[in-house]
């Protein structure tokens, strides 16, 4: 599976880097002198000491801690201390770059794969595509990710959460009752699942072939930020313009509120405009 990294937004400069997982593996995502995103395995090729501790920044070069060895920015072993008095003309260096990891982006969106046989990325999002167009190319301008992320365990597999965000509407009329009452307008009507709606037209939840998934409420995007009214005048601005390029059934989208799985690592809710990543910790 194809795994998100980051988005291009979280390291905009040569020599930006992040630090995440794919699954248990530590990973240092880092943006390349020539533009593109490298991704290497976070782990020294010498006694595999973790070789950055950071969770972002800027490096010309990755040095570890332990005893030293550097690595490029693109993850090649570029220097050894004593590396003539150690090892006597016997290290092969451009054999002991750090472990790389295949990267493709879509829309902005850095993704790593472990198999390098692995359909392309675009392949993977497949049908999906149709869909997330529509929000992450939006009316031209993308997205941007604000960082640092907040970051919290849960106690369960780590695939529910992705299987849960692709389809639980059920619960959005009890669980956030008292915020629907409070922000008011077009969906006080959910708070509390007792009202007997047009559910029909309210919206609609789907999944693709490869597990990734959404469920839409029509029109919430701005309704839910009818007291704070940036957001909903920015979709009013843009949503004729998504339009033209998406058609109708998208400028609908484009105006609802999305709860959203890329199977299997990551989630988000367009509307809310809020995304996760979720890592495994251990068998469980
Ligand atoms: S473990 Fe990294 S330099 Fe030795
Ligand atoms: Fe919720």
């Known amino acids: 599976s194809w795994l998100l990294l980051g988005h291009e937004s979280l390291l905009p400069k040569p020599g930006d880097f992040i630090t995440t ?31 950055c501790h950071a969770d972002s920044g800027n490096a010309k070069a ?8 550097v690595y490029g920015q693109d993850g090649s072993l570029v220097d050894v201390p004593l590396e003539t008095r150690c090892y006597h003309g016997q290290l092969d260096k451009a054999k002991l770059g750090a472990k790389h990891v295949r990267v493709e982006t879509y829309k902005g ?5 472990g198999d390098a046989d692995a359909p392309s990325l675009e392949e993977f999002l497949g049908e999906f595509r149709w869909y997330l167009d ?12 604000l960082g640092p992320p907040m970051k919290s365990l849960l106690a369960c597999n780590w695939k ?23 922000i008011g307008g077009e969906l006080a009507g959910l708070s509390g699942n007792r009202a007997d709606l047009p559910f029909e037209s309210l919206g609609y939840q789907f999944t693709t072939r490869h597990g990734h998934g959404f469920g839409v409420i029509n029109n919430a ?18 949503r004729a313009e998504v339009g033209r390029k998406f058609g ?30 979720w890592h495994p910790r251990g068998p469980h």
């Open 21 to 51: 997982y794919m699954a248990e593996d530590k990973v240092i995502l880092s943006h390349q002198q020539d533009g593109s995103f490298r991704a290497f395995i976070n782990s020294c090729t010498h006694r595999g000491n973790q070789i």
């Open 62 to 69: 990755f040095v570890c801690n332990y005893h030293g060895w």
């Open 109 to 113: 969106f850095i993704f790593g794969c």
């Open 134 to 145: 529509t929000i992450w190319e939006g009316a031209g301008g993308g997205l941007e990710l």
């Open 160 to 182: 529910v959460p992705t299987e849960n965000f692709v389809g639980d509407g059920y619960h959005v009329g009890w669980t956030h009752a008292g915020a629907l009452a409070q």
């Open 221 to 238: 995007a701005p309704a839910i930020h009818v007291k704070r009214d940036g957001w909903a005048k920015y979709l009013a601005d843009t």
């Open 248 to 277: 109708p059934e998208r400028e609908e989208l484009y105006v609802g509120h999305w709860n959203c799985s890329i199977f299997p690592s990551c989630s988000f809710l367009y509307g809310t405009n809020t995304f996760k990543v």
